[in-house]
């Protein structure tokens, strides 16, 4: 098993990327999202916040890396199907 490689530290991207991970797409994410979620009436919030893997299935094939986009089995597809049934019958019995 090999160890942490502390000699990236050394590398200026390296560092900036890091920075950026943590503060910007994580900690200015999570902000953004409490102060949105403030703002919402509750049955949407957990709608929106149940839909998590879907969005990011969504984006996954929306969204190239490097030059290439996601591909969907139909395991994938009969998965986010699933999901997206689950969440809303979950609402919809919430609501009753």
């Known amino acids: 098993m090999q160890g942490f490689p502390v000699g990236a530290f050394a590398s200026r991207a390296f560092v900036a990327s890091m920075l ?12 953004l999202q409490n102060v949105g979620l403030k703002y919402l009436p509750p049955a949407l919030a957990t709608i929106l916040m149940s839909f998590e893997s879907v969005f990011g299935m969504l984006f996954s094939l929306l969204i190239p890396v490097n030059g290439e986009r996601e591909q ?12 997206f049934a689950a969440v809303l019958l979950a609402q919809r019995n919430a609501s009753d």
């Open 72 to 83: 969907l089995s139909s395991w994938g597809i009969a998965g986010c199907v699933l999901v």
């Open 20 to 31: 950026y991970l943590g503060l910007g797409s994580t900690a200015l994410a999570f902000v």
